[in-house]
């Protein structure tokens, strides 16, 4: 698989990543530890050397999971992990206080198993905290050696400005797709302009992008797609016409929707690294397919212009989550 840089302090990432949240929270219950395992090993088998955890995926038992997946080859990928939520719950409210964001990084290293983390994200900004201090904190951890490189998460315009005066970002991760679009209105050309790399999660909606959901899906019970406007029922079966779109393209490239979904998002930029997730090794299989998957600039304005003319129902979160919206 290709390498991708990120940032100006430029980190070299595989082209795709893997999300490793859902191996233990979010789409239902907890994958298998052995099964979730052979999984990311066979992600880096297969030339992945991108992993994103945070301390929030289950207080840490994401990170335990990548940490002890990758112990052996700790020294040839990138694992990216997050800090920002109070007591590592969402539910608790944020907290991105100096003191806090040691006791994460602390507390991120030994589940990791490691001494060092290659990209630390402020999972979310904390209105309660200067962001000078946010960034100045992890630039101390820079400076000790037990971070390389600052990320930030769904941050906005201000937030990335204010941030990267003091240390400089290396990648912004915010959710991307066909399926949400925002960032290309002011984000996408704020991170060219200071030369940020730019890491999308939920790159297949959330899999709605993959042709593998609609409106007579029924989620486990714990997947957080049930509280989530855009995935309701009524909003499944209006934003069908995008997966009809997608799924027409890629029967011209002889893909899957999941492919060309993802190879949209590769063509956007150079410095754009998908982090997809998924808990079956066949569909990280597909997935890491569509890093051959080429669209050339006829068939990137044919998909835009479709694109635009679809109208997309559903808000990201419910309103009693709107502290997980960027700022």
């Known amino acids: ?15 795709l990543g893997l999300g490793c949240m859902g191996l233990s929270v979010g789409y239902g219950p907890a994958t298998n530890e052995n099964d979730a395992i052979a999984l990311i090993q066979k992600a880096y088998e297969a030339g992945i050397t991108f992993f994103d955890t945070a301390e929030v995926y289950g207080q840490g038992a994401n990170e335990k999971l990548v940490g002890k997946a990758l112990y052996g080859v700790r020294d040839k990928v990138v694992i990216a992990t997050k800090f920002g939520f109070k007591n590592g719950r969402v539910t608790d409210g944020l907290d991105s206080r100096p003191e806090r964001i040691r006791q994460v990084a602390e507390n991120s290293l030994r589940n990791l198993q490691t001494d ?3 990209l630390f994200y402020q999972h979310r900004v904390d209105q309660d905290v200067p962001i000078e201090d946010v960034a100045g904190t992890v630039k101390d951890l820079i400076a000790e050696g037990k971070v390389k490189h600052f990320g930030m998460s769904e941050a ?3 937030s990335i400005r204010s941030a990267h005066a003091v240390q400089p970002v290396a990648a912004l991760q915010s959710e991307y797709s066909m399926f949400w679009r925002e960032p290309e209105k002011e984000i996408i050309p704020l991170l060219q302009e200071l030369r940020i790399g730019f ?3 939920s790159p297949l909606g959330k899999g709605f992008l993959t042709g593998k959901v609609n409106a007579d899906t029924e989620f486990d019970k714990a997947d957080a797609r049930n509280i989530f406007p855009r995935y309701s029922k009524e909003n499944r079966e209006a934003n069908q016409t995008i997966v009809d779109l997608v799924t027409k393209i890629a029967g011209v490239h ?3 929707p999941a492919q060309i979904a993802l190879a949209w998002l590769l063509a956007q930029k150079p410095w754009i690294a998908p982090i997809p997730g998924t808990t079956k090794i066949t569909r990280l299989e597909e997935n890491i397919v569509a890093a051959n998957v080429t669209l050339n600039d006829d068939d990137l304005d044919n998909i835009n212009q479709a694109l635009d003319n679809l109208n997309l129902r559903g808000e990201r979160y419910p309103v009693n989550m709107a502290g997980l919206q960027g700022r």
Request: glycine share 12%.
């Open 1 to 15: 698989m290709k390498t991708r840089i990120l940032g100006i302090s430029g980190l070299a990432v595989s082209e």
């Open 116 to 118: 060092y983390i290659d």
């Open 156 to 158: 906005g315009v201000k």
């Open 199 to 201: 890491v999308p999660f």
């Open 254 to 256: 002889n893909a899957t």
